[in-house]
């Protein structure tokens, strides 16, 4: 005989709240998926939870300066709002630490090094899985 697996009592809380929204999406689909990866941090923050956006690949893009202006979904407010909102909340956002170190020295041939905007953190996988080990992860 099998023993039955106990199930989680649905009044106990979990043990990490947390939730991490991993973007891997730049401006290939004109900011659509960053647009939602931020409106899902605010949401999750708006109930309690303490959120991490976590910005790897091509997503890497949207931890500079400068690079989510002029970008706006129809029905949302402007990318550059929502990330702002999102830190001023008391979102957290790491930015891939491999991505900035290859995002950040600007464009092949020279050109001045990108700054990454105020309130990120660079951070690599292991952070960000010890964040999400137990909790609930988004992917965009």
């Not at 929204?21 to 939602?36: C, F, H, I, P, R």
């Not at 899902?40 to 949207?62: E, H, M, N, Q, Y």
């Not at 949302?76 to 991505?99: K, N, R, T, W």
């Amino acid at each position: 005989m099998v023993p039955a697996i106990p199930t989680a009592d649905v009044d106990t809380p979990s043990v990490n709240e947390r939730v991490v929204v991993t973007l891997t999406s730049g401006k290939e689909d004109n900011g659509k998926n960053a647009t939602m990866a931020f409106s899902c941090g605010l949401a999750s923050l708006s109930l309690g939870k303490p959120t991490t956006i976590f910005l790897t690949s091509d997503g890497a893009v949207w931890g500079y300066q400068g690079t989510a202006q002029g970008i706006a979904v129809q029905g949302f407010p402007p990318l550059s709002e929502l990330i702002d909102q999102y830190l001023e909340a008391g979102g957290e956002v790491i930015l891939c630490s491999v991505c900035h170190t290859t995002c950040s020295v600007g464009p092949p041939g020279g050109g001045p090094p990108v700054k990454k905007l105020p309130g990120i953190v660079i951070g690599g996988f292991t952070t960000v899985v010890d964040r999400a080990i137990g909790g609930t992860t988004i992917s965009f």
